[in-house]
């Protein structure tokens, strides 16, 4: 018996969260981990996720608790919250986890494993990216969208021989999408390229997925956009598909049109925080290091912070 701690129940901890808890709270003790009200909603009435993929709507884990320090000898731990909550969620998690807990972050971003690692320096921390379109509708009520959500994962390069075979039997238990690869580094690019262009381009123009693949001028930036970030993976050895723009806009066309980003919400709806240190701050970091030239991120990057 493991015991498995989702943290942050938002649109992907919320998603992915219901799904190992419905297939694993009776096998292993599933802890969900919330705070401020969506810790008093999902305490009250337990975790809600409006999805076509689940006519039974709510999901009552093992343990809610508000306080990551609550958390007792987890074996694998879900970290699912925005970028700027990361290092404090590592910080507090380095209190409470021993050297055997499995860390998988389901995050956005190319730099996350690298943020994990310098804060957790002995933990073994699979590299992955997701797939989803789901968010918080109000607190403790998450509603996804669209196809399925995917998770591709891998083994973590420091402990490269680690058995984790018990965290993909849980994943695949659980009836999650997902893909395993040894080595996960160009899928992390991969989704990078997607969700930083699109998720910039979406935050200037407050518009959709299906909007920038069909407006000429959000598609050009968006393009624009990726091209750097391919220059910059190609001078850091990062194997892409020589194809990979084309390949970014055919996959944002799998949307339905009219998805946001998680970005453009967060920008938007003046949320006070968002994750454009993560895309246009990374990207502008790299390039620097690797001399890429990133005028395209530095421009709507100025352009989103204007609009703030
Ligand atoms: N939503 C999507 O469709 C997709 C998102 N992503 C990426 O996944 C990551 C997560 O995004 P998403 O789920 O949308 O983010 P959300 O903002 O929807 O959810 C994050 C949740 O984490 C909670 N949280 C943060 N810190 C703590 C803490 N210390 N203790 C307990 N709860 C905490 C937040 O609480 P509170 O509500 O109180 O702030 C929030 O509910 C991001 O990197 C995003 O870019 C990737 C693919 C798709
Ligand atoms: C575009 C999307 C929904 C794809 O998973 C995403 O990653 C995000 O909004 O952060």
């Known amino acids: 018996m493991k015991h498995i701690v989702v943290i942050g129940l938002g649109g992907v901890g919320g998603y992915f969260g219901f799904k190992i808890n419905q297939a694993n709270s009776n096998k292993h003790q599933v802890s969900f981990i919330a ?6 909603k999902v305490s009250e009435h337990g975790l809600t996720l409006l999805s076509p ?10 343990a809610v608790l508000e306080n990551i320090s609550e958390i007792k000898t987890p074996d694998l731990v ?3 919250v925005k970028e700027y909550d990361l290092e404090n969620v590592c910080q507090q998690l380095a209190t409470v986890i021993t050297d055997d807990t499995i860390i998988l972050p389901m995050m956005n971003g190319a730099d996350i494993y690298d943020r994990i690692r310098k804060v957790l320096p002995l933990n073994t921390i699979l590299p992955s990216c997701v797939y989803v379109a789901s968010h918080i509708k109000e607190k403790g009520i998450v509603e996804h969208k669209g ?4 998770l591709i994962f891998g083994r973590d390069p420091q402990h490269y021989s680690r058995d ?4 993909k039997a849980i994943i ?40 920038v693949c069909n407006d000429p001028q959000q ?13 910059i993976a190609d001078r850091k050895n990062i194997e892409l598909n020589a194809d990979i723009v084309v390949n970014t806009f055919e996959k944002a066309a799998t949307f339905p049109p009219q998805t946001p980003t998680s970005l ?15 895309f246009a701050g990374a990207i502008i970091k790299y390039g620097t290091e690797v001399d890429v030239p990133t005028p395209a991120t530095q421009k709507i990057y100025k352009e989103i912070k204007a609009g703030l």
């Not at 993929?53 to 093992?62: L, R, S």
């Not at 984790?164 to 965290?167: A, N």
């Not at 598609?219 to 220059?231: F, V």
């Open 35 to 40: 705070r401020g009200e969506t810790f008093k």
């Open 53 to 62: 993929e689940h006519p039974e709507k709510v999901t009552k884990p093992n």
């Open 78 to 80: 879900l970290v699912c």
């Open 147 to 150: 196809k399925a959500g995917k």
């Open 164 to 167: 984790i075979d018990w965290v």
């Open 172 to 211: 695949s238990d659980s009836g999650i999408h997902f893909s395993f690869k040894d080595n996960s580094l160009s899928e992390i690019w991969t989704k990078f390229i997607f969700i930083a262009s699109f998720g910039m381009v979406t935050a200037k123009y407050n518009s959709s997925i299906g909007q």
């Open 219 to 231: 598609h050009k930036e968006a393009a624009a956009i990726m091209e750097e970030i391919k220059q």
């Open 264 to 278: 453009q919400l967060d920008v938007n709806t003046n949320k006070g925080a968002n994750e454009l240190e993560l």
